[in-house]
């Protein structure tokens, strides 16, 4: 690894001011799992290294139920999968958590680097995108807030300026009625990064049985994580019947732009966009009824 | 331009301290630094669980491991595991034929360690799962999963679960680690080829 200076403030205000004072060849560490083989390997370069898993606003881990669940940027997927409330309120961030590399990788890798390494793959954005996910960017200019759709503007590019630190996820509580799922596709059963991924949230409206709120989103099928709008748009008003999943997933693959790579070609990867979003939004349903797939 | 940084840290319930280049990881430091050998490099980029130590009691890849970061932590290696003779887990290990070249062993080992804090009574799938970050290009796996199972029970039959090792001596400050979520959603998570 080329030489790079450390540090580890304690605030996010002295982060702040390293990540401005070193002009953009600073990086920031939080779990390490995605940056030290990127330096190891020359993929990214740094002067400075910024520690930030030593601010307390960063390793915050924290639920109420009238502002929802707060994630720290730092914190690791094996402790965010460990909440309780997690796993009630946000079952497909669960299971991206649960997902992510090995135990020793979970153990250190967190959410915010997650994101903001923005890899097209990312298992725990299009979960953070279905749960309606907003992130607290702070910088030289204060703060702003972000929903996490917006976060990845291409492969490795955030919308995060020099100088900018993402502090926390921001996660709405869910309405009554309201049940999610992650699924993705991998050759192996462990260590393995998706060929494609998608997340679902419903709302259900419980006089009609229809859906008052859906969102559906892709991974590793376009540039960046996306929303499914023409599936999402497709299922509103709807009674979650076999025959409206099937379309949906359709739809779906509207919002797909796959490449080809050694991991699927984009045909395949179409084609595991609406495999994926008929058994996703159909294991939304069972939770919703209560079935065997809300227990997992 | 990096200096080299001073870091205070406690090894296998020893407090330690080393200096070195924020650029080293952890397992460098490990290994060229401070002569504990038993950690091992195989692909040094996070993949094989070689080099795997508890960081704060909980197992990560030493070689995703910034050694300054390791500040004021507590860290149990291979070296940590044998108190007074072999750990059960190395004494299974040893009766299973759970090791051919060995190279994986040390991670191995650390990891079940791990588990078996965690979980004194794993399934099989639990071992699996948590031994999935662990690879053995020799064994076949299924006599690794037998001995730490086997360990396990053994444990659980002398009471010595949760007692007895160095290691755990540097876990008991390890509070406010929760313990963590272990089997992975099973019934329709993942989805496999048809
Ligand atoms: S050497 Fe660290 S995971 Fe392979
Ligand atoms: S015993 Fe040789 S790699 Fe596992």
């Not at chain 1, 070193?22 to 799992?33: E, F």
């Not at chain 1, 953070?128 to 607290?136: D, K, P």
């Not at chain 2, 190395?90 to 079940?112: I, W």
Request: net charge negative.
């Amino acid at each position: 690894m080329e030489a790079f200076a450390y540090a580890a403030p304690r605030t996010v205000a002295e982060a702040v001011e390293l990540l401005v004072g070193a002009n953009g060849s600073a990086r920031v560490l939080a779990g390490g799992t995605d940056l030290i083989p990127q330096l190891q390997e020359g993929r990214r370069r740094a002067s400075l290294v910024v520690d930030v898993k030593r601010i307390p606003d960063l390793c915050v881990l924290d639920w109420n139920p009238e502002e929802g669940l707060t994630i720290g940027a730092a914190v690791p997927c094996a402790q965010v999968a460990a909440f309780p409330r997690v796993q009630q309120h946000y079952p497909a961030l669960h299971t991206a958590c649960t997902l992510i590399g090995s135990v020793m990788v979970q153990n250190r890798a967190s959410l915010g680097g997650n994101l903001c390494n923005a890899a097209p793959s990312a298992d725990s954005v299009p979960p953070l995108i279905v749960h309606a996910a907003e992130a607290v960017i702070t910088g030289p200019g204060g703060t702003r807030r972000v929903p996490v759709e917006s976060v990845c503007t291409g492969p490795g590019q955030t919308c995060l300026a020099p100088g900018e630190l993402l502090v926390r996820l921001h996660l709405p509580v869910p309405p009554p009625h309201t049940a999610s799922a992650y699924l993705r596709f991998t050759p192996r059963n462990e260590m393995d990064i998706a060929v494609a991924g998608v997340a679902a949230a419903v709302t259900l409206d419980p006089a009609e049985g229809t859906c008052a709120h859906v969102r559906v989103a892709l991974g590793a099928v376009a540039p960046t994580p996306v929303r499914a709008i023409a599936a999402e748009e497709y299922l509103a008003g709807k009674p979650l019947t076999d025959e409206h999943l099937r379309r949906a997933a359709q739809l779906a693959v509207e919002a797909a732009k796959p490449i080809s790579d050694v991991r699927g070609s984009a045909e395949y990867r179409r084609h595991l966009v609406t495999v994926l979003t008929f058994r996703t939004l159909r294991a939304v349903r069972d939770r919703l009824a209560g079935g065997p797939a809300a227990r997992s | 331009m990096s200096t080299k940084v001073i870091v205070e840290t406690t090894i296998n319930g020893v407090p330690e301290t080393f200096v070195c280049e924020p650029r080293q990881t952890l397992l460098e430091v490990l290994r060229e630094e401070l002569g504990l050998t038993g950690t091992k490099e195989g692909c040094g980029n996070g993949n094989c669980g070689a080099c795997c130590v508890l960081l704060d009691g909980r197992p990560v890849n030493s070689c995703l491991v910034l050694a300054v970061e390791a500040q004021g932590r507590e860290i149990v290696t291979i070296e940590g595991l044998a108190a007074d003779g072999l750990h059960p887990l190395q004494q299974a290990f040893l009766e299973h034929g759970a090791l051919q070249c060995g190279a994986c062993t040390p991670g191995f080992l650390v990891s079940a360690k791990a588990l078996l804090d965690a979980h004194p009574r794993p399934t099989e799938q639990q071992a699996r799962r948590w031994l999935a970050g662990n690879l053995c290009r020799c064994t076949g796996y299924d006599k690794i999963i037998r001995a730490v199972l086997d360990a396990a029970e053994r444990m659980q039959a002398d009471g010595s679960a949760g007692e007895a090792a160095l290691a755990d001596k540097a876990e008991a400050g390890a509070t406010g680690n929760a313990p963590q979520s272990s089997s992975r959603p099973t019934a329709g998570e993942e989805v496999r080829p048809a």
